[in-house]
T-cell receptor, first 111, second 115 residues
Framework: QKEVEQDPGPLSVPEGAIVSLNCTYSNSAFQYFMWYRQYSRKGPELLMYTYSSGNKEDGRFTAQVDKSSKYISLFIRDSQPSDSATYLCAMSANTGNQFYFGTGTSLTVIP | EAQVTQNPRYLITVTGKKLTVTCSQNMNHEYMSWYRQDPGLGLRQIYYSMNVEVTDKGDVPEGYKVSRKEKRNFPLILESPSPNQTSLYFC??????????????FGDGTRLSIL
């Protein structure tokens, strides 16, 4: 079983829609949760970073962590064509020197 | 500008010919790491380093070497490359937090093709 599972999509939504991206994980030691956005031919860039459970909001982006279900989500409100990219979840344990990434979800926002 | 710089960005080479991919960061980060990205497999960690002269294996270290002689540099060495090492490689760096898991800054990638 993979440490982190993520639906690869692709996901296609109209501009202005709310997008929900999700990852599940198996290792209960994970405490640090990240979402990265990756444009074609570029490296991943950090979008959201959370520690332990709860919600975190930054502009149009909201990250949620449910440790009891081993499930994390990223919500994008009022999606824009510029949000079209691959979204990667990543996790690390409390003694975390190793990071585990999902395979990424490809998102297209149609004008 | 804060950045992680990888070179080369693209390389086509042949089996068995030793190669080095360089990585340099200008953020004074202690932690540096190498990943490979393959379709359907996502990003997988090859090696990481917590500080100068300290390196550890990630999930897929076979066939790779690293060294950390200076804080800013973390080269990835393929002593005898094979076609299964054809991939997109990323270098990343971050601060070291008390509990670990600090978010990383990534370079723009090196696409290696080994024939």
């Amino acid at each position: 079983q993979k440490e982190v599972e993520q639906d690869p999509g692709p996901l296609s939504v109209p501009e202005g829609a709310i997008v929900s991206l999700n990852c599940t994980y198996s290792n209960s030691a994970f405490q640090y949760f990240m979402w990265y956005r990756q444009y074609s031919r570029k490296g991943p860039e950090l979008l959201m970073y959370t520690y332990s459970s709860g919600n975190k909001e930054d502009g149009r982006f909201t990250a949620q962590v449910d440790k009891s279900s081993k499930y994390i989500s990223l919500f994008i409100r009022d999606s824009q064509p510029s949000d079209s990219a691959t979204y990667l979840c990543a996790m690390s344990a409390n003694t975390g020197n190793q990071f585990y990434f999902g395979t990424g979800t490809s998102l297209t926002v149609i004008p | 500008e804060a950045q992680v710089t990888q070179n080369p960005r693209y390389l086509i080479t042949v089996t068995g010919k030793k190669l080095t991919v360089t990585c340099s960061q200008n953020m004074n980060h202690e932690y540096m790491s190498w990943y490979r990205q393959d379709p359907g497999l996502g990003l997988r960690q090859i090696y990481y380093s917590m500080n100068v002269e300290v390196t550890d294996k990630g999930d897929v270290p076979e066939g790779y070497k690293v060294s950390r002689k200076e804080k800013r540099n973390f080269p990835l060495i393929l002593e005898s490359p094979s076609p299964n090492q054809t991939s997109l490689y990323f270098c990343a760096s971050s601060l070291v937090g008390q509990g670990g898991g600090q978010p990383q800054h990534f370079g723009d990638g090196t696409r290696l093709s080994i024939l």
